[in-house]
């Protein structure tokens, strides 16, 4: 009898989904914990990702004054978006960090159905191959339909509902920023992933680009806008 031959992308995703779930259970409980393990897990993040952010920019630089203007680049950008995670969790509250990783999520998901279901010209195909109108568009609906979720949980954020939409679909078009960013690096460098330290995900880096400047951007709103939000 022959045996049946093992599927590779099954193997894969069954590898990712596992990598998801844990990945999703650590970071939740920290974040509902908040405190020293939520601060010391950001710092471990940070930390990771500017090591391949670092390997990266040794890929990109052609001299060493250029690498360590990408190093110390990347030490600002992501030092920024942790600073703003562990601030927001610690002097606001649980609820705006779940608002922005929330829509960064909620933009992965909507942009990734609806580009596999309509597909259409690409965005940026020199930079990122996958990418089209249509997953962005159903990124930005998906974030702004999130965050229109998030704000009937409060009262005063409710009072706006159409305003939280446009909020989201401007955070889906940062957060595919932040990703097109990284890709571009990583076309540069002539590398697939920023590392390879997540099975089935590639590195850190390739899981929170989309992340990074909608924290900044989000946290910013937040003290400089929305200071008579409560949450």
Same mark, same amino acid.
Do not use: K, N
């Given at each position: 009898m022959t045996e049946p031959t093992p599927n590779p992308k099954a193997s894969d995703l069954k590898v990712r989904v596992l990598s998801a779930l844990v990945m999703v259970a650590v970071a939740g409980v920290a974040l509902w914990q908040g405190g020293w393990l939520f601060s010391g897990l950001m710092a471990i993040?940070?930390?990771?990702?500017?090591?391949?952010w670092r390997a990266l920019s040794r890929k990109l630089g052609r001299s060493s004054l250029t690498v360590w203007i990408w190093t110390i680049s990347g030490m600002?950008? *992501?030092?920024?978006?942790?600073?703003c995670l562990i601030f927001l969790r610690d002097h606001i509250g649980l609820a705006p960090v779940i608002w922005l990783l929330g829509a960064v999520i909620a933009t992965d998901v909507g942009a990734y159905f609806t580009g596999r279901s309509i597909g259409g010209p690409k965005i940026a195909p020199s930079i990122s191959p996958s990418k089209t109108w249509s997953g962005l568009a159903g990124g930005m609906v998906a974030a702004g339909l999130f965050c229109v979720a998030m704000a009937t949980q409060f009262q005063d954020?409710?009072?706006? *509902?159409?305003?939280?939409?446009?909020?989201?679909?401007?955070?889906?078009? *940062?957060?595919q920023t932040g990703d097109f960013l990284e890709s571009g690096m990583k076309r540069k460098a002539g590398v697939k992933d920023s590392s390879a330290l997540i099975p089935g995900h590639g590195g850190v880096l390739d899981r929170i680009d989309g992340m990074l400047p909608v924290v900044i951007v989000g946290t910013l709103g937040l003290l400089l806008i929305f200071k008579s939000i409560k949450f």
């Open positions: 993040v940070a930390v990771t990702a500017l090591w391949e600002l950008y *992501i030092g920024a978006a942790m600073a954020a409710a009072s706006f *509902i159409g305003a939280q939409f446009a909020i989201g679909a401007v955070l889906a078009v *940062i957060a």
